[in-house]
């Protein structure tokens, strides 16, 4: 009778020893039983034993074949039904598994592992209060069960009770401080959180007790990106591909790091790493198409963007980014378009209309500059730079009056541009 436990990653001579000792061990034992059950085949306990070296090997099917029969000549047998469920869990048969962690739960009450067993199947299912109730009478009957407070913790951040997962991961931390998993799903709430210092405390731990947690390497080098750390997360984003170099993901986030370094050619390597990797993976192509900007590469930039707005034509922002670089080139009615469809998509874009608005007064549509500017006020009444911008649009409509109206506002506002506007035009 086994806990469903989350996978642990040993090094790899160990790993391959202990696999291949394992494997003999379990092929021996088939060979054993299947000959007991020729000789016996009513008895219940043989197919049982034989249903668990199936398992051991991963070949659940057999397994479960053995393991009914073992039930089918035995129904009280509390032990069965449990291996049972942990081979449906194994078969993704989450409502057969639940049921027999039920079956478990009546012969046996008070049965902890049935409990977090079944919980688990739950939280399969997003069942998460039902997990939560399930996981609540383990911890009664086990209170010492560190893999239980952390499980609970899981589903009590889908619940979003964030102040409780944390208390479960800590104290899952109390009773097994060399468990890595509670400190990396501690480290991630706080992420969430917006606790970043506290998040990177959690992730430094992790991948001191378990070097090898790729996914742990990643989510520090995101929290790094996030502290402006840019160096910190290109290093973590280099140990992430490192233990998972076929991932997409780890170039993507460390062409992003180097992107916050300036470092263009170096993030367009690795843009075109994750490309290679996955030719579908858009967030490379928009990063790509950032760096080649960085460049001055502009024509490379459009045809980034445009097979990012392939890929995701429903994003305003790939639209905004090909215009932003259209109006690099000075094809301003081309960036006009772009900025139209941006609008289309997310009618709130204030930058679309501040920058349209200056494509608009580079084409000598003063009024329609007017419009734009006046966009972006509504959206952000603060943005001292749209107030100066269209009162010297309206200069140019010759409406000095609306013009140092603007400017003063600006001025109000703290821009430091208006002051020059209010001198050269506001006399």
Not at 189 to 209: E, H, M, S
Not at 295 to 305: G, P
Not at 353 to 359: P, Q, T
Request: charge should be negative; aromatic fraction near 12%; glycine fraction near 6%.
């Amino acid at each position: 009778m086994k806990k469903l436990l989350l996978i642990t990653l040993l090094f790899p001579l160990l790993a391959d020893a202990q696999t291949n000792a394992d494997s003999a061990k379990y092929q021996s034992t088939i060979k054993y039983y299947t000959k007991a059950i020729t000789q016996n085949p009513k008895d219940a306990g043989y197919y049982y034993k034989r249903g668990m070296a199936q398992y051991g090997l991963e070949d659940y099917k057999a397994a479960l074949a053995d393991l009914n029969q073992s039930i089918a000549l035995d129904a009280k047998n509390e032990e069965a039904f449990i291996d049972r469920g942990r081979t449906y869990d194994n078969l993704k048969d989450y409502k057969n598994a639940m049921a027999d962690y039920s079956s478990a739960i009546a012969l046996v009450p008070k049965d902890a592992v049935a409990f977090y067993n079944r919980g688990l199947a739950k939280a399969h299912l997003e069942d998460y209060k039902g997990a939560l109730s399930d996981y609540n009478q383990a911890i009664i009957f086990n209170p010492k069960d560190a893999d239980a407070f952390n499980e609970r913790g899981i589903c009590k951040k889908h619940l979003e009770d964030y102040k409780g997962a944390i208390a479960d991961y800590t104290q899952a931390i109390v009773l097994n401080p060399q468990d890595s998993y509670p400190y990396f799903n501690r480290g991630l709430l706080k992420n969430t959180l917006k606790d970043y210092k506290g998040a990177i405390a959690d992730f430094d731990q992790t991948v001191i007790l378990n070097p090898k947690h790729a996914d742990a390497w990643y989510s520090r080098a995101g929290v790094k990106r996030t502290l402006e750390d840019y160096r910190g997360a290109v290093d973590d984003y280099t140990k992430y591909i490192m233990l998972e170099p076929k991932d997409p993901d780890g170039y993507n986030g460390r062409g992003l790091a180097k992107l916050g370094l300036d470092d263009f050619i170096g993030a367009k390597d690795d843009d075109n790493k994750a490309i290679a990797l996955d030719p579908k993976y858009s967030a490379a192509y928009y990063n790509r198409g950032l760096a080649n900007d960085g460049i001055n590469d502009y024509s490379e930039a459009i045809d980034d963007y445009t097979t990012y707005i392939t890929l995701n034509p429903k994003d305003a922002d790939g639209y905004f980014k090909r215009g932003n670089t259209k109006l690099d080139l000075e094809d301003y009615k081309s960036a006009i378009d772009d900025y139209n469809l941006t609008l289309s998509i997310d009618p709130q874009y204030s930058n679309a209309y501040y920058n349209r608005a200056l494509v608009k007064r580079k084409l000598e549509d003063y009024k329609g500059a007017i419009d734009d500017y006046t966009k972006v006020i509504t959206l952000e009444p603060k943005n001292d730079d749209a107030y100066n911008n269209r009162g010297y649009a309206k200069h140019l409509l010759n409406d000095n009056t609306g013009a140092c109206a603007d400017f003063n506002k600006a001025v109000s506002m703290g821009n430091k541009l208006a002051p020059e506007n209010i001198t050269n035009f506001c006399k």
